[in-house]
């Protein structure tokens, strides 16, 4: 390639031209190795290695996680990069600076300096590793202090372990992706598990004996520095409702935080709050100050989860995908969300998950109706199969057309003092997202 990328699309072009595993299958390569990405960051001079990182993975929380910790650095007066996944809209998103999304021109520049390189590779890179490596290469350039990682799949042969995070985070473990990950807990505990370092702290938000014996024993093994296990050397109590969010009490080691603001909903989010504080404290190798703690939360904030998009009705979308999450959900809604009216849910999955485990918990939590719509990506599940297991649980069940046709039927069954709830995978999420925006903004 010579010639440089001279607009944003063309670019995403050649991203997109690129093997995608988070489009097409759950799955990563037949023999699963880091070599292509060891291989470029080589050729780069190792951008990887300019900066500190903070490495996060979960079942779920690890998105809300990443935020909150972003947050907190900022707060801090440090420069901060953040790589999360997978976007609701732009690409850009993926890869920030101090909280802002790579610009179009940088996001450019990069893939171009990626391509020039492509052709020394034993095989090309796959499109998430090549977003990988732009934003260890994005974050050197623009001289970070630290970075925030998150993990796409699993942890040890994620694409992001070729970074060495000087604090390792394992949000929770539940069953996930089993099919890559691993089919019990323990399992997919050790695969996340492999993203603690020599020499790092591992921080661990589950309180699962056979998590915390699995972390341990990784970290033995590593040689890491230590584990900090919730409800040991970290924890949230007093966790409870408040307008906007969670108030919340902050336990970490050698100082307590009492009713902490944090600006998200759901009792997870305030354990999520404890795990994020406990990295940066990790980080630091001290608290930070009850000032920057303040801020620091108050400033925190995550599109697409428990995201609260209008009112008269009520529209909440939530990109709870696995039942794990969708159990995280129907607490929040329960507790803080109730309505007189009906409430409604657009729903749409991928494969490989069992409907009934994700639409059960809707039924305790008070939704009477589903609209089953398939999400833009090869690996949707068929709208029908949700239909049907929504009827066997006793749900008003339909299928639509498109998620923009399931919005418009979610939207003309729910009264001003109803819910409607947009949830399901974050391919759902991150559509819904935009055309309510839009249908909302000319009401």
Request: aromatic letters at 4%.
């Amino acid at each position: 390639m010579t010639a440089r990328f001279e607009t944003f699309d063309e670019a995403h072009v050649w991203l997109d031209a690129h093997i995608d595993y988070e489009r097409t299958a759950p799955t990563r390569r037949l023999l699963p190795s880091l070599d292509g990405m060891e291989q470029a960051l080589e050729l780069l001079g190792h951008p990887e290695r300019d900066y500190q990182a903070i490495h996060i993975t979960g079942t779920n929380g690890k998105g809300s996680t990443t935020a909150m910790i972003t947050s907190l650095l900022i707060e801090l007066g440090l420069s901060v990069g953040t790589y999360t996944s997978p976007n609701l809209h732009e690409v850009n998103e993926r890869i920030a600076w101090n909280g802002e999304a790579i610009p179009d021109d940088d996001f450019c520049d990069i893939l171009y300096r990626l391509a020039l390189i492509e052709g020394e590779l034993a095989e090309p890179l796959t499109r998430f590793e090549l977003l990988t490596v732009a934003a260890f290469l994005y974050f050197a350039d623009c001289a970070i202090d630290v970075a925030v990682v998150e993990v796409g799949l699993g942890g040890t042969w994620d694409s992001t372990n070729v970074i060495d995070g000087v604090v390792s985070v394992i949000t929770n473990v539940s069953l996930d992706h089993v099919q890559v990950l691993g089919s019990t807990v323990e399992e997919i505990a050790a695969d996340k598990s492999g993203i603690i370092k020599p020499g790092s702290i591992a921080v661990l938000g589950d309180e699962n004996p056979d998590v915390v014996q699995i972390a341990r024993a990784r970290c033995d093994e590593v040689g890491a520095s230590g584990l900090w296990v919730v409800g040991e050397e970290f924890s949230a109590t007093n966790n409870r409702l408040a307008f906007g969010g969670r108030v919340v009490d902050l336990h970490v080691p050698g100082m307590t935080f009492d009713d902490v603001m944090v600006p998200l909903h759901g009792p997870h989010q305030g354990r999520n709050a404890a795990v994020a504080l406990a990295a940066v404290t990790a980080f630091l190798g001290r608290a930070p100050s009850s000032e920057v703690v303040e801020a620091g939360f108050a400033a925190a904030k995550i599109l697409g989860r428990l995201e609260v998009l209008g009112h008269l009705p009520l529209v909440i979308v939530d990109g709870a995908h696995n039942a794990a999450g969708v159990r995280a959900l129907c607490e929040a809604l329960v507790e803080g969300f109730s309505v007189e009216g009906r409430s409604v849910a657009v729903i749409g999955m991928l494969e490989g998950r069992d409907p009934s485990d994700l639409l059960a918990p809707l039924v305790d939590a008070g939704v009477s109706t589903i609209v089953c719509v398939e999400p833009d990506t090869p690996r949707a599940m068929d709208a029908d199969l949700i239909v049907k297991a929504a009827t066997e649980l006793g749900l008003d069940a339909t299928s639509a057309t498109s998620i923009d046709a399931g919005i418009d039927q979610g939207l003309a069954q729910v009264g001003e003092n109803g819910l409607l709830l947009v949830t399901g995978s974050l391919y759902v999420i991150g559509h819904a997202r935009a055309t309510l925006r839009r249908i909302l903004a000319d009401r």
